[in-house]
């Protein structure tokens, strides 16, 4: 398949039902539901195409980028699982893009960033062959002696940015998805499919305080009261600094 950003197709997304129907023909071989698909989703690819625009790279061959991941988001695509296409796909096509630029050496990993996340894969892979399951993040920092935020970001900045399907506190019977913690109800409320995918991003501008607040809210959803017993506050002063980090989240977005 090969698109020019400039003559798209005017075609309006399909519907989540469509989309789910088409999806779970072409993962069985059907090459006209994939084209499908991809076409539909065309202008999701220009959008996310558009954050990278002052990359250094032609805006065509990121958008061309862009286009492969929205092809392995429908090989990819989980359709038991309770999430929008449109959220995984966009995730896909971030990835597929960084992922480009990073081969190409546009995007940097500091040494510090890289030396924290091979001493936590090391534990990591030492802990899993141990209990013969993945070790949360909880455990990764109490056996490194780095905080939980500093391993997430590492790990984050050292990898294919679509992480945020990594299985984060995986048990036997059902598979913690970091994009699961993300879109908890709570956070629905205040965050749009788009802006969660956006606010890994944008969590690691904030202060330090601000940062382990949202953590521990919609990471490790923890109550307001848990929250600030953890951090020394009452819970009306945790609920009034919640309110104002979304508030900043939201403009950031």
Not at 4 to 33: C, H, V, W
Not at 70 to 85: N, Q, S, Y
Not at 95 to 104: F, K, S, T
């Amino acid at each position: 398949m090969n698109y020019n950003m400039i003559d798209l197709p005017d075609l309006k997304l399909l519907s989540e039902e469509e989309t789910r129907y088409y999806i779970r023909l072409a993962q069985q071989g059907d090459k006209f539901a994939l084209e499908k698909v991809v076409e539909h989703n065309l202008r999701l690819v220009l959008k996310v195409s558009y954050r990278f625009k002052n990359s250094g790279y032609d805006l065509q061959d990121l958008f061309q980028v862009g286009v492969i991941g929205i092809i392995k988001a429908v090989e990819g695509f989980d359709l038991e699982r309770g999430i929008k296409f449109s959220t995984y796909a966009v995730a896909k096509i971030i990835g597929e893009i960084r992922l480009h630029l990073r081969d190409d050496g546009l995007i940097k990993v500091s040494r510090s960033l890289k030396k924290i996340a091979r001493v936590v894969r090391q534990k990591e892979e030492e802990l899993s062959k141990k209990n013969n399951q993945s070790p949360s993040i909880s455990e990764l920092a109490s056996e490194t002696g780095y905080s939980r935020e500093d391993i997430i970001q590492a790990l984050e900045a050292d990898k294919n940015p679509a992480s945020i399907y990594q299985t984060i506190n995986p048990d036997s019977n059902n598979d913690l998805y970091l994009l699961d913690s993300l879109a908890n109800k709570s956070a629905e409320k205040e965050i749009d499919n788009f802006d969660k995918l956006e606010l890994v991003e944008v969590l690691r501008r904030l202060d330090k305080r601000s940062r382990k607040i949202i953590f521990l809210r919609y990471f490790e959803d923890k109550t307001q009261q848990e929250i600030a017993e953890e951090i020394g506050v009452s819970q009306v002063q945790v609920s009034r600094l919640e309110k104002k980090i979304l508030k900043e989240l939201r403009m950031s977005l």
